[in-house]
């Protein structure tokens, strides 16, 4: 069972997603033109700020918001779910997810 978190179908859009939608594709504008010629979000090396940001594009998905119109996004995140240290860390915030949302307190 997905968490309900990341449950696309616990996000009812009647219009008073639009804003906060604007507000998404305004803030996800920054980092796209950042790294429309980077690979990595600071410097040259992987950081725990491409694994933070790697995990927030991720967030988004559920939520309705497709990073397909940001083609750098779209490539980073591709990139970074590449990266055996990310795909474990995914991993295992969907074990912890799961696990939470099985639990409610």
């Avoid at 996000?11 to 906060?20: E, I, N, Q, R, T």
């Avoid at 950042?34 to 991720?58: I, K, P």
């Avoid at 967030?59 to 497709?66: E, H, K, S, T, Y």
Wanted: cysteine-free.
């Amino acid at each position: 069972m997905e968490s309900r978190w990341l449950d696309q179908s616990s996000y009812k859009d009647d219009g008073s997603l639009a804003k906060p939608r604007a507000r998404i594709a305004q803030t996800l504008a920054v980092p796209s033109e950042h790294l429309a010629d980077r690979e990595f979000l600071v410097g040259d090396s992987f950081t725990v700020a491409d694994a933070h940001l790697a995990w927030a594009l991720l967030l988004l998905r559920p939520a309705g918001v497709d990073i397909a119109q940001w083609p750098s996004l779209s490539a980073y995140l591709a990139r970074m779910q590449a990266r055996p240290a990310v795909r474990d860390a995914i991993a295992t915030e969907m074990e912890l997810r799961k696990t939470v949302a099985a639990n409610p307190a």
